[in-house]
């Protein structure tokens, strides 16, 4: 089966730094993503992996792990702004193209 | 500037109607989705599309229809058979690369009332 797990809901100091984890299983791997979601709006892109190890983006890193299907974002420095939804979604290799199998994202709150 | 377009941003809708959602794109891309999110859901694939006249259900597919008549539109109906319509409706496209992320449009929030 397809399955992706994230926690629910995280909580988190401005300033600090927090990781989300993703763990999944699908029949096919082809690359995850993380997105971010702001309540009532379209999920914006913040990274993707292929290949083991760590993609670091200014304040934001993306972690992965096939061999344990397992991958986190990294936020650091953290900002009020971004209090939000955090998606993983794996690209399954069903299709030509693969489509992408979301989990039902963390929800973070940045507090002061 | 290149995007991919919803409209309406809200949408509502008298139980029994049928009702359809835009979704226009003019990045090129040749993929095409269609998804649902409700609170406390991820994003669940109601339809995609991967060249144009051509389409395939996703997980969630019943009461929904779509047509893929040009390559920068993907419309979807809300047919009268969804027995829960309300929910958050969002589009996203691809190019041809598996390795690229999908672009999301804004989203629609449909309201059976």
């Known amino acids: 089966g397809q399955n992706i797990d994230q926690p629910t809901e995280m909580t988190a100091t401005e300033g600090a730094i927090v990781q989300i984890n993703c763990t999944y299983q699908t029949s096919g791997f082809n690359g995850l993503f993380w997105y971010q979601q702001h309540a009532g709006e379209a999920p914006t892109f913040l990274s993707y992996?292929?290949?083991?190890g760590l993609e670091e983006k200014g304040r934001f890193s993306s972690f992965l792990s096939r061999s344990k299907g397992y991958s986190y974002l990294l936020l650091k420095e953290l900002q009020m702004k971004d209090s939000a939804s955090y998606l993983c979604a794996v690209r399954d290799l069903g299709g030509s193209q693969g489509n992408l199998i979301f989990g039902k994202g963390t929800k973070l709150s940045v507090k002061p | 500037d290149g995007g991919i377009t919803q409209s309406p941003k809200y949408l509502f809708r008298k139980e029994g109607q049928n009702v359809t959602l835009s979704c226009e794109q003019n990045?090129?891309?040749?993929?095409m989705y269609w998804y649902r999110q409700d609170p406390g859901q991820g994003l669940r694939l109601i339809y995609y599309?991967?060249?144009?006249?051509?389409?395939q259900k996703g997980d969630i597919a019943e009461g929904y229809s779509v047509s893929r008549e040009k390559k920068e539109s993907f419309p979807l109906t809300v047919t009268s058979a969804q027995k829960n319509p309300t929910a958050f409706y969002l589009c996203a496209s691809t190019p041809g690369e598996v390795n690229t992320e999908a672009f999301f449009g804004q989203g629609t929030r449909l309201t059976v009332v």
């Open positions: 990045l090129n891309h040749d993929a």
């Open positions: 599309s991967q060249i144009v006249n051509d389409f």
């Open positions: 992996n292929v290949l083991d």
